[in-house]
Every structure is written in structure tokens, then in C-alpha cells.
């Protein structure tokens, strides 16, 4: 079976580990602060991100937290903190790491996408959501992004 084909399914099983997981104090958690990030909430992802500089890029996402789940789309209608804390679980492995070259493309895509995501969640009032559909909702060339990075996750990470 191609991993295309499973990709939905590794997908779904992902997001529901990785929300399983919220709120365990479990030692892979990635739910803390690494060193030198703030973990206030209304600090952006942008402030917190600090460049990986040893390793390759598999090594460099692992180190900033990611998931086969953090190149996939982010939940729409979250509330305001949830969603960026969401925002900046896929976006600070992103800023911190180098992106491979055959997924360069892909990888600023998906990072634009998703700073301006941040900014409109930080800028909702509390307890709001997101209501531009272009970003919950943003189109083929994110989502391509969104399916490219996550295949080069499994294939060359996984």
C-alpha cells in the first residue's frame, strides 16, 4: 500500500495520539517550554522560535517538537487560546528548523500559512474564533503544502 493512500488514516491516528496525550506529564510531551521560549500565551510563535543549528532536518523537527501530525490542517472554530497554542505546535518546529530541499517550497507555503493563521487568532477577542475561511479553509496550494510535507515526514523521517 502506498503511503499516499494511508496518509488520511496515519493522519487521524496521529491527531488522536497527540490529543490523547494533552495534559499528560509524560516525558516526550512536547507541550513544554524548551529553553529560552516563553510560554505565555500571548507572546507569538515568531518571538519563541529559535533556530535548531545541529542535525539534519528529521533531527532538527524532532528537537522542536514534531509530530507526524504537524504538517496537517489546524482545527477550524477552536477558541482563541486553544487555537494558538494549536497554531504554535505546528508552526515553532517550522521557524526552528532547516527545511529539507526537496520540500523548500512546501515548507515556506505551509509556514506562511500559518504565521498568518497566529496573527489572526492573537488578534480575535477572547474566547473568539477565526472567522476568515481563507485561512481555517485556505485552498489547494496550502493543502498541497499540507500533503507534501506531511508524505516527506513519513518517508523520510517516520
Known amino acids: 500500500m502506498r503511503i499516499s493512500t494511508l496518509r488520511p488514516l496515519l493522519v487521524t491516528a496521529a491527531t488522536a495520539l497527540v490529543l490523547a496525550g494533552c495534559g499528560s506529564d509524560d516525558a516526550t510531551s512536547s507541550a513544554a517550554p524548551s ?17 535548531v543549528v545541529e542535525g539534519d532536518t528529521c533531527e532538527q523537527l524532532r528537537a522542536a517538537g514534531a509530530t507526524g501530525a504537524s504538517f496537517g490542517p ?18 515553532t518546529p517550522l521557524q526552528r528548523s532547516d527545511p529539507a530541499a526537496d520540500v ?55
Open 35 to 51: 529553553p529560552g521560549s516563553s510560554s505565555s500565551g500571548s507572546s507569538s510563535a515568531a518571538e519563541e522560535a529559535e533556530p
Open 74 to 91: 489546524v482545527q477550524a472554530a477552536l477558541p482563541k487560546d486553544d487555537l494558538v497554542e494549536t497554531i504554535q505546535e505546528k508552526l
Open 104 to 158: 523548500a517550497d512546501a515548507w515556506a507555503t505551509a509556514q506562511a500559512h500559518l504565521e498568518q493563521y497566529l496573527a489572526a487568532a492573537q488578534a480575535a477577542p477572547a474566547g473568539g474564533t477565526v472567522t476568515d475561511a481563507a485561512l481555517f479553509n485556505p485552498g489547494q496550494e496550502v493543502t498541497d503544502a499540507q500533503d507534501a510535507l506531511t508524505d516527506w515526514w513519513f518517508d523520510t523521517c517516520a
